[in-house]
T-cell receptor, first 114, second 113 residues
Framework: GNSVTQMEGPVTLSEEAFLTINCTYTATGYPSLFWYVQYPGEGLQLLLKATKADDKGSNKGFEATYRKETTSFHLEKGSVQVSDSAVYFCALSDRGNRDDKIIFGKGTRLHILP | DTGVSQDPRHKITKRGQNVTFRCDPISEHNRLYWYRQTLGQGPEFLTYFQNEAQLEKSRLLSDRFSAERPKGSFSTLEIQRTEQGDSAMYLC???FGTGTEAFFGQGTRLTVV
């Protein structure tokens, strides 16, 4: 079946550091890929998305590029802020497949130190 | 539209009791999902609907769990004979079509004592 694997946390960085959170996936159809973020005490919200190979999703300074050849969708940010401290989830929905439900990785907790 | 709404936000119940949660999706969304989230974990898929049809129920889910979406609008998730292991955050999400992002509610936190 389909699956999402993301790097385990927690990840601790200093403010203004470069961030990468790795995500790889397995899917048999044509997946759409997503990054969701969960801030402390809040619900899950969509951070960015990409729907086809080589698309780049971006929002709030975060970016992720849909790489079909490496089945990856790594999340990056050039300069993190304390306010980026949260849990980040990679997810997919496999279009063109009977199994098209949205599934999530286990999440990566990010701590940004001032 | 106020987004996805879940009720109640918190539920404390005694082991062995039945509980029911409600989810009101975004009005034009035809897909509705239920997930369970425990501390430090990602959302675990439970079931999903397209309109009123239940497309899949997780094989990990026991027969004590059932969900409905009558008339393709709101949905209910019922847990019968609750166990302590059922304590978790139950999340509802909705989307329009396949391959599109889902919007989440704030969740219902269940505590079984």
């Amino acid at each position: 079946g389909n699956s999402v694997t993301q790097m385990e946390g927690p990840v601790t960085l200093s403010e203004e550091a470069f961030l990468t959170i790795n995500c790889t996936y397995t899917a048999t159809g044509y997946p759409s890929l997503f990054w969701y973020v969960q801030y402390p005490g809040e619900g899950l919200q969509l951070l960015l998305k990409a729907t086809k190979a080589d698309d780049k999703g971006s929002n709030k300074g975060f970016e992720a590029t849909y790489r079909k050849e490496t089945t990856s969708f790594h999340l990056e940010k050039g300069s993190v802020q304390v306010s980026d401290s949260a849990v980040y989830f990679c997810a997919l929905s496999d279009r063109g497949n009977r199994d098209d439900k949205i599934i999530f990785g286990k999440g990566t907790r990010l701590h940004i130190l001032p | 539209d106020t987004g996805v709404s879940q009720d109640p936000r918190h539920k404390i119940t005694k082991r062995g009791q039945n509980v029911t949660f409600r989810c009101d999706p975004i009005s034009e969304h035809n897909r509705l999902y239920w997930y369970r989230q425990t501390l430090g974990q990602g959302p675990e898929f439970l079931t999903y609907f397209q309109n009123e049809a239940q497309l899949e129920k997780s094989r990990l889910l026991s027969d004590r769990f059932s969900a409905e979406r009558p008339k393709g609008s709101f949905s209910t998730l019922e847990i019968q004979r609750t166990e302590q292991g059922d304590s978790a955050m139950y999340l509802c999400a909705s989307s329009f079509g396949t391959g599109t992002e889902a919007f989440f509610g704030q969740g219902t936190r269940l505590t079984v004592v």
